[in-house]
């Protein structure tokens, strides 16, 4: 099993950033998937996550309204498309799957939102 994120980055208060997961290893389309996130001396938290088919989502409050989760069973990839970022948004955010029964996560894409 492999996750491997990417599209992290420097932004703006108020900018825009999607980030995207890549799984390979396992049947994508049988599993749900997350994004977690963690900022400085916090825990890691859930973001967003999503069902196999990617007809249901459920989101952390902080995010509603502002972040949204896809995917693509065709590609093997989880997006989470992030808008009106925020500097509290800053963390490094994970791609993460149960697998078997077993969690995979992914290295982690960092997400700065400064001026």
């Known amino acids: 099993v492999q996750l491997v994120e990417s599209g992290g980055g420097l932004v703006q208060p108020g900018g825009s950033l999607r980030l995207s997961c890549a799984a390979k290893?396992?049947?994508?389309?049988?599993?749900?998937m997350n994004w977690y996130r963690q900022a400085p001396g916090k825990e890691r938290e859930l973001v967003a996550a999503?069902?196999?088919?990617?007809?249901?989502?459920k989101y952390a409050d902080s995010v509603k309204g502002r972040f949204t989760i896809s995917r693509d069973n065709a590609k093997n990839t989880v997006y989470l498309q992030m808008s009106s970022l925020k500097p509290e948004d800053t963390a490094v955010y994970y791609c993460?799957?149960?697998?078997?029964?077993?969690?995979?996560w992914g290295q982690g894409t960092q997400v700065t939102v400064s001026s």
């Open positions: 993460m799957g149960y697998i078997s029964k077993s969690p995979y």
């Open positions: 290893g396992f049947t994508f389309s049988s599993y749900a």
């Open positions: 999503i069902t196999s088919g990617g007809g249901s989502t």
